[in-house]
Every structure is written in structure tokens, then in C-alpha cells.
């Protein structure tokens, strides 16, 4: 099972947390500063955290130099990701 995850990445904020959608994908909020991959080191450290990952399953795969990025994600399935963003974000999941 893999999944892609489109993020906007906002750097520097006060802490690192899922902040919520973002048009077909997610907003993250990292505390670490965009310089020499630390924002990046940080948005992969949250999203192992968030999504109980391990780190070798979760790898950027474009815009590593920019806000919106997309990430690789191994072994979960795409309605799991979400649920578990949304959860972490404090949104609600409608019914379907």
C-alpha cells in the first residue's frame, strides 16, 4: 500500500502541528526554520508521529525547496491518512 499527500508547509510557527485541509490536501505547520532541510526534517518527524509510521516510509518527493510538497507515504491506506489527519487536525469526519 502506498499513498501520495499533497502539504502546504508553513515553517517557523510555535510548535509543529496538522492545522487542517487545504484545498486537496493538508496544511502543517512546522516549528523549525526553512534552512538546510530542517522544516523538511520536521514535516516527515510529525507526519511519522501523526500517522504512526516509521520514518523509511515517509519520504518527500517534490518541493523540497518549496511550501506545497508532496510526500510518499508506505503501508497505509489513503482513507486511513485521512482519518488520522483529520483527527490530528481536530476536524470532524462527516458520515458517508
Do not use: F, H
Not at 11 to 30: F, Q, T
Request: proline letters at 5%.
Amino acid at each position: 500500500m502506498s499513498a501520495r499527500l499533497t502539504l502546504r508547509v508553513s515553517p517557523g510557527a510555535a510548535r509543529s502541528v496538522v492545522v487542517g485541509r487545504y484545498g486537496a490536501g493538508w496544511k502543517v505547520r512546522v516549528a523549525a526554520a526553512p534552512e538546510d532541510g530542517k522544516a523538511n526534517d520536521a514535516v516527515v518527524r510529525l507526519l511519522v508521529d501523526t500517522l504512526s509510521l516509521p520514518a523509511q516510509d515517509v519520504q518527500i518527493v517534490s518541493g523540497r525547496s518549496s511550501r506545497d510538497k508532496i510526500v510518499a507515504l508506505e503501508g497505509m491506506r489513503p482513507a486511513e491518512i485521512e482519518r488520522r489527519l483529520a483527527e490530528a487536525s481536530g476536524a470532524r469526519e462527516e458520515p458517508k
